[in-house]
């Protein structure tokens, strides 16, 4: 990214505040701080508009597929910022398939979902294969396709007639072309323009992504993703990592691309695409993929691409939920963030109004906090006291279930029957609707 | 073709190397970011630690099913954690709670010693969690074993003096534990330094927290640290222990009710896997694990990660 006064010096420096901004120097600082986009400034002379526009772009190139960005990435690490655009899981399906087969294999993909605390975790795209090896297949499996999944597609072939044939019969869907190597890139790129889509380039390693770029750059075509070829994990991981380097640190263009690693199925795809989650890859492509593997690959997906200036922490106070009122029961858990959100969520799932009481235990969740000697009977009773919750409502004060061996001293403490609650906060709203009796 | 710009990091910094049990096994030693061959000569493997507790009382079924019967005795439970290739092996003595059965400092000793003479491997020994019934733990066991340095987990800030007396006293190893904070793990170092703790005789727990529960905070934090250490922070050049077994109490990891989420012994074998392959990529040196199927995986993927395979 440039520094404000880089951006300083091709501004028109007239100060005329059409941008919303008092100065131009303003101006450049916000766009150092990537808070404004150039074509705020309507004076700014169209060279240098260019120059600006291709200084301020990611390191990362940003690249759509279907109506999912991929890409765009700015930093190495995720404690200097957050990541961008969450990795893309895609799930094989082959154009042999007849059409109940094709619809219950689109209906097995759109089942790897998962509501987790109003988040939906969810597999992101098909990948049709060219299995049939006939470009009129491709092309009239894909518009089925197209009819019964509304996200993203990836069209495996390396087939440039089937490409394009495909490709332009779901114009619309913006697919990814999935590959072009050195031996049809020219014909690839053809293919690509045409249909107005995105390329990926499975290429042999970072050297050869180079080269290949290289290519398609001087055809003026950029709207590519990366396969850095590798077979292994010591590959993924060094790979992916010397290409976000090199784009990122020294803005070196030829690979500043999404990256994409297609893999089998199985645990060492599985493993392949945690690495892969973790460092640096836009899109995976599996061919198989079971829920006990995807409800923790995309968990960490979630993970990773969470902003990481959100607070561990948050306030020790007396957290109103729904509207309770003088009988509403009384619940109470950790201040760690994570712990904090997943309660709230299952207790508005519960339709009950709560009184939640959060204690301070420094961050940790329920149980690291108990064994640590942060979350014991007086520092919840003290909690208790200062937001004055016992006088708020006569209700029942219920115990998170891991923490049951306070509850006799709570009660002695506070003076009010406690009852025990579920070790699985999934288990509050039944456990509330047989408790308020509802 | 242009040629690639050169990316490695020549850092000034490396990870302290800290020597456990008899000797045989070394954590830490990196000159750069986990797995990278490219800048980091150093290609030992993170440390695998096998979990045995001394009661199972409290112990998940869904674990102890993994451990053919094993796991009843727990000389034989550490035994079979070495035969499938784990380096270490960690010990929790939590029946020392008298609401647990109130074991006495000498058995757990005797324990230990017999866990340790059977398998040689060097010894994690973690307590109940509350200092003043483990104080006196520690101390036994400490004595009891005298030809292999065991790592005494965990002190914290709030008291730490105790533990690391008992450190010093016998040559053992400190875990200074940090809670998901790169300041406070670089001050555990200091006060523990202070105090006259070795840094050979020290290792920085800086909470693991599982998929899920705060992993993306440990994983910066992890990241952090290490960058720090090879930038050449002293006090942070101490290597990471990440004890990855609170995977197990996500509920979205061990939950059965829930048939579309898939069987569980492969979801939660997942959730450690997983967790434990975020701390490595951040720069564990040793590792704590709960299931053996986890951990198996864990073992192939940082050898193939180093390029050994
Ligand atoms: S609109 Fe352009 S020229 Fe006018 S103040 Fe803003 S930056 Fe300067």
């Not at chain 1, 759109?110 to 109003?118: E, N, T």
């Not at chain 1, 001087?218 to 070829?229: E, H, I, P, S, T």
């Not at chain 1, 219920?398 to 001293?409: A, E, N, Q, W």
């Not at chain 2, 001394?54 to 550490?78: I, S």
Request: charged share 25%.
């Amino acid at each position: 990214m440039p520094t404000a006064i880089e951006f300083f010096k091709l501004l028109p420096k007239t100060n005329c505040k059409e941008c919303g901004q008092p100065t131009c120097l303003a101006f450049a600082m916000l766009l150092s701080n990537q808070k404004a986009t150039i074509d705020l400034c309507p004076h700014v002379a169209s060279d240098a508009k260019e120059t600006l526009e291709e200084a301020s772009a990611p390191p990362v190139r940003t690249v759509k597929v279907g109506d999912k960005d991929l890409g765009g990435e700015t930093v190495l690490y995720r404690h200097e910022r957050r990541f961008v655009n969450p990795t893309a899981y895609a799930l094989t399906a082959s154009d042999t398939l007849s059409s109940d087969a094709l619809k219950e294999r689109v209906d097995y993909i759109a089942s790897l979902r998962y509501d987790r605390v109003g988040m939906m975790f969810e597999a992101d795209m098909v990948c049709l294969r060219n299995n049939s090896g006939d470009a009129g297949t491709f092309a009239s499996k894909a518009a089925e396709l197209a009819g019964i999944w509304s996200k993203g597609i990836v069209l495996e072939t390396r087939d440039p007639a089937a490409a394009e044939a495909a490709a332009t019969a779901i114009k619309g869907r913006r697919p990814l072309i999935y590959g072009a190597d050195a031996s049809n890139l020219d014909a690839m790129i053809g293919a690509a323009k045409a249909a107005g889509c995105p390329l990926g380039l499975v290429c042999a390693d970072e050297k050869d992504a180079v080269a290949l770029t290289e290519r398609c750059a001087a055809a003026g075509f950029k709207d590519l993703v990366l396969d850095l070829g590798a077979s292994n994990l010591k590959e993924t991981l060094e790979r992916q990592t010397v290409a976000r380097r090199a784009a990122v640190r020294s803005r070196f263009k030829p690979l500043g691309y999404p990256l994409m690693n297609r893999v089998g199925s199985g645990e060492y795809a599985v493993a392949t695409a945690v690495v892969s989650t973790l460092k640096y890859g836009s899109l995976v492509v599996f061919d198989d993929l079971k829920s006990y593997e995807a409800l923790p690959l995309f968990t960490l997906r979630q993970n990773i691409y969470t902003d990481p200036q959100v607070p561990i922490q948050v306030k020790q106070d007396l957290y109103p939920i729904g509207d309770p009122d003088e009988h509403s029961p009384i619940m109470f858990t950790t201040n760690f963030s994570l712990t904090y959100f997943t309660v709230r969520a299952d207790i508005e799932k519960s339709k009950i109004p709560v009184w939640l009481q959060i204690v301070n235990t420094e961050g940790l969740s329920v149980l690291t906090a108990y064994s640590a000697g942060k979350f014991e009977p007086e520092r919840v009773a003290e909690a208790f006291e200062e937001s004055g919750v016992l006088s708020k409502s006569d209700g029942p004060v219920i115990i998170p279930g891991l923490v049951t061996r306070m509850s006799g001293k709570l009660q002695e403490i506070i003076g009010r029957k406690v009852i025990v609650g579920t070790n699985d906060s999934r288990d509050i709203p039944k456990h509330l609707r047989s408790v308020t009796g509802q | 073709m242009t040629d690639i710009p050169d990316v490695a990091d020549r850092f000034s910094g490396a990870i302290d190397e800290v020597a456990l049990g008899k000797g045989d096994y070394v954590a830490g030693g990196a000159k750069g970011m986990p797995f990278l061959s490219f800048e980091n000569p150093v290609k030992r493997r993170p440390l695998i630690a096998g979990e045995v507790f001394d009661t199972l009382d409290g112990y998940p079924q869904l674990a102890a099913d993994m451990f053919d019967g094993r796991q009843k005795d727990p000389v034989e439970w550490a035994l079979m954690w070495k035969e499938i290739g784990a380096d270490m092996i960690c010990v929790r003595l939590v029946s020392t709670d008298p609401s647990r059965g109130g074991t006495p400092p000498e058995e757990s000793a005797a324990l230990v010693k017999r866990i340790s003479d059977a398998t040689k491997l060097p010894i994690i020994v973690s307590g109940c969690g509350v200092m003043d019934l483990d104080i006196p733990v520690f101390t036994a066991v400490a004595e009891a074993v005298r030809d292999s340095r065991l790592i005494l987990s965990k002190a914290d800030e709030d008291d730490y003096k105790r533990l690391a007396s008992v450190a010093i006293a016998n040559d053992h190893i400190v875990v200074g534990f940090a809670n998901l904070d790169v300041n406070l793990s670089k001050q555990m170092n200091i006060l523990l330094t202070d105090f006259g703790v070795d840094r050979r005789n020290m290792l920085t727990d800086p909470l693991m927290a599982a998929l899920g529960m705060g992993l993306d905070y440990s994983y910066s934090v992890q990241e952090r640290i290490r960058i720090a250490a090879l930038m050449g922070d002293s006090m942070l050049q101490i290597p990471m222990l990440c004890d990855c077994t609170g995977a197990w109490d996500v509920g979205d990891a061990v939950s059965d009710e829930d048939p579309s989420l898939g069987d569980p012994r492969f979801r939660a074998t997942w959730w450690e896997a997983i967790t434990a392959l975020a701390a490595v990529i951040s720069g564990a040196d040793i590792v704590v694990m709960r299931g053996p199927g986890a951990a198996d995986m864990l073992m192939g993927y940082c050898d193939e990660l180093r390029g050994e395979i």
